[in-house]
């Protein structure tokens, strides 16, 4: 069936730098997608959305980029905290098919000061 | 700020025990979901739920499962008969609309002995 899955399991930044995570789909007809941040002991926390008929959203620190070509969502953090260390989620869903989420693997980011 | 709240954080049960997770939505939402994650996997959508019936519904989601909201403020799942298989972290989440954001709450851990 269709997936949602990430490039690397596991991200090391230093603090103050840029973070980059990475997500491919592979359903096509998907219209929606959003960032989850996971801390440990919780539930996901949204962080930002993007709908199919944009390429880029900003957020306070974040960034979306999606590229519809190749069925790729990237999660851009900025200037990276220790707080920004949690496991990251994209989910996708197709509207057309209901509202349900489809979830990413996850990636750990491991801010170090 | 409004939050999903779940009960109990921590179940442990026998296999082959009913068990039901409570969930309170934020209190003006309208649609509500569950979803599990197997440690070390993703999140997996199981059901959504409106206008007191099921809305959406995933494979995982078959007759041992059930859900319930008794009173304007509770959302249950239930499960019948437990496998030591359905041993999994269970997140309640709600939204305003159909495609609104999705609002996790912190999850009940479930183990199935």
């Known amino acids: 069936g269709e997936s949602v899955g990430l490039h690397l399991p596991t991200l090391s930044v230093q603090e103050g730098d840029n973070s980059i995570i990475n997500c491919a789909y592979s359903n096509s007809a998907s219209d929606y997608f959003i960032w989850y941040k996971q801390e440990s002991g919780k539930g996901p926390q949204f962080i930002i959305d993007i709908r199919s008929n944009m390429d880029k959203r900003q957020g306070q620190r974040v960034t979306v980029l999606l590229n519809k070509t190749v069925k790729h969502l990237s999660l851009q953090i900025a200037a990276t905290q220790p707080g920004d260390s949690a496991v990251y989620f994209c989910?996708?869903?197709?509207?057309?098919?209901?509202?349900?989420?489809?979830f990413g693997k996850g990636t750990s980011l491991l801010v170090t000061p | 700020e409004p939050e999903v709240t779940q009960t109990p954080s921590h179940q442990v049960t026998q296999m082959g025990q009913e068990v039901i997770l409570r969930c309170v939505p934020i209190s003006n939402h309208l649609y509500f979901y569950w979803y599990r994650q197997i440690l070390g996997q993703k999140v997996e959508f199981l059901v959504s739920?409106?206008?007191?019936?099921?809305?959406?519904k995933s494979e995982i989601f078959d007759d041992q499962f059930s859900v319930e909201r008794p009173d304007g403020s509770n959302f249950t799942l239930k499960i019948r008969s437990t496998k030591l298989e359905d041993s999994a972290m269970y997140f309640c989440?709600?939204?305003?609309?159909?495609?609104?954001?999705?609002?996790f709450g912190p999850g009940t851990r479930l183990t199935v002995l």
């Open positions: 989910a996708e869903r197709e509207r057309r098919t209901g509202y349900a989420l489809n």
């Open positions: 739920f409106y206008n007191n019936e099921i809305s959406e």
């Open positions: 989440a709600s939204s305003s609309g159909a495609s609104g954001e999705q609002f």
